[in-house]
């Protein structure tokens, strides 16, 4: 998930090397291509899982009108509010939407560690928010107030496809189709609806060799490879973890947008940026460990293995191990 954050946190400062070049564009050559090779890679799987798919069709469908309402929302946001403040209010509230859509729909709990690093990371969101506010108030950040309110506007609605498309996938997942296939048939269907934008607004994409060479990074790189990883992740950890631990790519992209495309970024910018990764560091350490201990067991209890065998308790082997958790009764490892 947070390798695929890195590529992802690359978008923004690529399609500045295009600027003759649309959001619109951008979003659909980005996501489209990208859904279609996905969908091409994944050929076999999903023929093979075409039933569970069908079965799910709901589901599917939500996801894929997610995949091609998000990029068109997140590239438009960054063009009108800055490449920085796009990228931090698209994932930035990503974590929430995808809390609320779980909580709605699953009826799942969050964490305390969860709760902490969301309140972390849309924290950081804010104060970069309130920083490019400020500079677009000021003048000095080349776009007026009413660019940056409606690219914040866009950003919330990338954020919501966001988390419904990551929540679309895992439930496919969860429900027993594969990762490629679920990926594969989501981001396929997706760019299958993207096909009709990248028709009409994608011709500047054709007009010079860095045009297309940045449209082609984007559908293979950050889109394909990376979302490659994210159907990965998405099969290992909840949507609404995985949706909090892609808060590192607004940093990344927020680092590169100064030192590459020359934007400014003020010191409560630089406050925001750290507080993202604040969240990252309380989602990625390691959950503390209760130390083992012994349950008390009369001398002739009898203990079962885990590999099924019974025998007394005083005579079991060196290499058994007995231990026990608060939250459950004790047993014994080999």
Do not use: K
């Amino acid at each position: 998930m947070l390798a695929a954050s890195v590529l992802w946190g690359t978008t923004g400062t690529a399609a500045t090397f295009a600027p003759g070049v649309g959001p619109l564009a951008i979003g659909a050559v980005a996501m489209g291509l990208g859904g279609l090779l996905q969908a091409l890679v994944a050929a076999p799987r999903i023929a093979r899982e075409a039933p569970q798919l069908r079965a799910r069709r709901g589901v599917l469908l939500l996801g894929a009108v997610a995949v091609a309402v998000y990029p068109l929302a997140f590239y438009s946001s960054m063009h009108l509010a800055g490449v920085a403040a796009g990228t931090v209010v698209s994932i930035g509230s990503a974590p929430l939407a995808s809390a609320l859509v779980e909580r709605v729909v699953d009826g799942r709990g969050l964490t305390r560690r969860w709760l902490l690093g969301a309140t972390l990371g849309l924290s950081g969101t804010a104060l970069l928010c309130v920083a490019e506010a400020a500079q677009a108030h000021s003048g000095t950040g080349g776009r007026s107030v009413g660019e940056t309110v409606l690219g914040v506007g866009l950003g919330l609605l990338a954020g919501l496809t966001y988390a419904l498309y990551a929540w679309a996938a895992h439930r496919l997942i969860s429900g027993g189709v594969s990762a490629g296939a679920a990926m594969g048939g989501v981001f396929g269907l997706g760019g299958v609806l993207l096909l009709p934008v990248l028709l009409v607004t994608g011709a500047p994409l054709l007009d010079s060799w860095p045009n297309a060479a940045v449209g082609a990074y984007m559908a293979l790189v950050p889109m394909f490879l990376g979302y490659v990883l994210f159907g990965w992740g998405l099969a290992h950890v909840p949507a609404s973890t995985a949706t909090t631990l892609s808060l590192l790519e607004p940093a990344v992209a927020a680092v590169l947008a100064v030192l590459v495309v020359g934007e400014r970024l003020p010191p409560l910018g630089w406050g925001g940026i750290a507080l993202v990764v604040g969240c990252l560091a309380v989602l990625t350490m390691p959950a503390p460990t209760m130390p083992a201990r012994r349950a008390p067991r009369r001398a002739d209890a009898q203990v079962v293995t885990d590999s099924g065998t019974s025998q007394a308790a005083g005579s079991r082997p060196a290499h058994a191990e007995t231990w026990a958790r608060p939250d459950s009764p004790p047993r014994t490892r080999s």
